[in-house]
Structure formats: C-alpha cells, structure tokens
C-alpha cells in the first residue's frame, strides 16, 4: 500500500466507495465523477502506478475481472455498448497513480466520441515509417 494513495485507501476501507467487485487481487468501485451512470473502476489491490509495472498474473487477474464485469456493468444501466480504457501514465493524462481502467456505459446519442478522440494530432507516417515501429516493438519484448 502506498500511503498517499487514494486509491490504496479504498481498497484498505479508509475512504468509502460503492464496490461492485473484490476478490484477492483485484477491486472495482464506482467512479465518484462519472461520465456516465455505471462508470467504472477496475483496478488490483497492490500499489503500481502503471500497467506496464504489473506482474503478469495481477495483470492476468485485472482482465479476467474487466472481462467479466464488463457485461455486468452494461447490464445494470441498460447500456448498448461501453468505452473501455485506461489513462497510462503522466502524459496520457492519469491523474491517479495507480493502474485503473474505466469501464465507461455508452448509449446512442450521448454526445460522447470513440477512444480515438483521445489522441492528439494525428502523424503523417508512411508505410516505411510504420514498417520500422512495428519492427522496434516486435523486437522489444
Ligand atoms: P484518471 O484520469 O487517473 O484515469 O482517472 C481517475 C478517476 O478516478 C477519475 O475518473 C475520478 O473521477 C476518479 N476518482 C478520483 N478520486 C476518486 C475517489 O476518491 N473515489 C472514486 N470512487 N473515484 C475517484
Ligand atoms: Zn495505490
């Protein structure tokens, strides 16, 4: 547990939340702004700050848990479809420091955009420019 942690302190009882999931590893709880009714947090018990800093099985149990509550969640708001993301790391806009994903309710014409709005302006890459990323990233894992 990290001790300034807001979320650490959800999962330890000391600030209250509308849970909805817990199991050994991993919580969900309601998002206290929500964007729409049934916004939801998914996120493991012990303290990294993204996902890339999970041990595989805690990484394995986070999306088995997204995986089952999804459905749930679209279910209890009578939601036809859902946003599902996660804000990973300083840049991309993560205000709370500890890995999350947001299961987001979306029902036609509600004003909101497809996760592609989350970009910032679009690069012009060619074919050979692509070809090269692909390459770094095939070979760095
Ligand atoms: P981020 O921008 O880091 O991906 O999202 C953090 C989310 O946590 C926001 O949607 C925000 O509304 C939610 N949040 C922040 N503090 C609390 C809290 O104390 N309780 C709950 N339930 N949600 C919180
Ligand atoms: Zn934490």
Redesign the pocket.
Known sequence: MSEDC??C??VAGE?P??TVYEDEDVFA???????APG?T?VIPKGHHERLNDLPDDVADSLYETLHDLIPAVEDAVDAPASNVG??NGDA??????HV?G?VIPRFEGDGGNPIHAVGGSAPDLDDDELAAIAEDIEADQ
Request: hydrophobic share 40%.
């Open positions: 807001i979320f302190q959800i600030i939340s509308h709880f309601l998002d206290v702004n929500p964007l916004h947090l996660f804000n991309s806009g993560q205000e709370v420091p999350h947001h």
